[in-house]
């Protein structure tokens, strides 16, 4: 986070998906994710790293001083629609500013 910070970056995105088999939500089948632990010790990892960062990015920084945390779910596909609103509000509560669900199927997911 540092070095993101350092680079000027305004942004960073933790995501939930095995790293050796990363796949796109919208086309692949046989997603992977990490277990719960995991997924929530990225995104904890992230917020405690940009809240270190005080006063230049801490939660107490202007907004345009933070790095903004997205959390994205993979669980989606590869798990089930439960799973992926669980991990997404499990990440908002862990600090993440922005939460995404990936590969939502239908209009009535998404609501």
Sequence with gaps: MRGFSAAGAAGILIEDQVAAAKACGHVSRGKRVVGRAEALARVRAAVDARDELAPCGGPNAPAD????????????????????LWRA???????????????????????
Excluded: K, P, T
């Design 89 to 111: 509000a499990a990440f908002a509560d862990l600090g993440a500013d922005v939460v995404f669900v990936d590969a939502l199927a239908s209009a009535g997911e998404m609501r």
């Design 65 to 84: 001083a933070r790095i903004v945390v997205v959390a994205r779910s993979d669980a989606r596909q590869a798990e089930s629609l439960e799973e992926a």
